[in-house]
């Protein structure tokens, strides 16, 4: 099968240092392999978003160089999607309604790990909904932390597939649009490596392929905290993208080709040269 890859950005804030580094690593591995690289806005929760910043981060992005494959996928435009694989864990019986708050499971100090809610049911309110994470241990080859295991139950609980206000979770839409794009490989931040399991998990439940994966070196502060998530993570300027890619390429290890004197030629000669057995790892991803 060609490669695949894609990149997909939450809009909650411009374009910054950290995701230009996805952006970056996803796209020499498309290009690399010959392959395609995709775009996906990963805009299913409204209440995080920022106004304008899908607009704004697209609009970023061929300053930088990248160009998509294919038009953008907009998350927002796919509930129909959801509903149906919400549809088919219901019918395997892999989901249940949940009432418990937040709260109530924050005081007990565990995660959900019953299989069912531990709340009454609430004729008053709508409860979310959670998938029945098994006694079962997932493990997979991550192409840059090496060999991954991790048991399902003991490290996620059961785990919200839609929330009470009807929004559906990250993990149900990724693993759904990862299908429906026909990803080959997932490139992203180490911080969704402990993810992937509870994707896999979903994957089998569906009938959906598993991609390979290759999780990038995260981008942190002064105090180990994630750029995004930091007062240091000003936004990249699309002005003037040669300095903030040059950067990026530095931080995945990757030879700096500094005869190129514009984006174009400068991805060019990096896709050339790119060897992912170069991109750090990082410690804190879990290794089971």
Avoid at 54 to 70: K, M, N, R, S, T
Avoid at 75 to 99: I, K, M, N, T
Avoid at 237 to 261: C, I, K, Y
């Amino acid at each position: 099968m060609d490669y695949r890859g894609r990149f997909a950005p939450s809009p909650t804030g411009l374009l910054h240092f950290g995701s230009l580094v996805a952006a970056l690593g996803s796209w020499l591995r498309a290009r690399h392999a010959g392959g395609r690289w995709l775009l996906r806005m990963e805009d299913i929760d409204p209440p995080r978003e920022v106004p304008g910043a899908a607009a704004a981060i697209l609009a970023a992005l061929p300053a930088f160089g990248f160009v998509a494959d294919a038009p953008v996928l907009y998350q927002s435009q796919r509930r129909a999607a959801y509903d149906a694989a919400f549809a088919r864990l219901r019918a395997l019986d892999a989901v249940f309604p949940c009432w418990c708050s937040r709260s109530e499971l924050a005081a007990t100090g565990t995660l959900h790990r019953d299989g069912r809610c531990l709340a009454p049911p609430d004729p008053r309110r709508e409860p979310a909904w959670r998938l029945r994470a098994p006694d079962l241990e997932i493990a997979f080859d991550d192409a840059v932390q090496g060999p991954q295991r991790q048991n399902l139950r003991e490290a996620a609980g059961d785990f919200v597939i839609r929330r009470v206000e009807g929004l559906y979770s990250y993990q149900l839409a990724c693993v759904v649009d990862d299908a429906y794009q026909g990803i080959t490989e997932v490139v992203r931040g180490c911080d969704l490596l402990d993810s992937t399991p509870r994707q896999i998990h979903l994957q089998r439940l569906l009938g959906l392929p598993t991609p390979r994966y290759l999780h990038l070196p995260l981008a942190l502060d002064a105090q180990g905290r994630k750029l995004s998530k930091s007062a240091q993570a000003w936004p990249v300027d699309p002005a003037t993208p040669l300095p903030a890619l040059r950067r990026a390429l530095a931080f995945l290890g990757q030879p700096l080709p500094m005869e190129a004197v514009d984006p174009p030629a400068l991805l060019a000669a990096a896709s050339r040269r790119f060897d992912p057995a170069l991109i750090p790892k990082q410690s804190g991803c879990f290794a089971g």
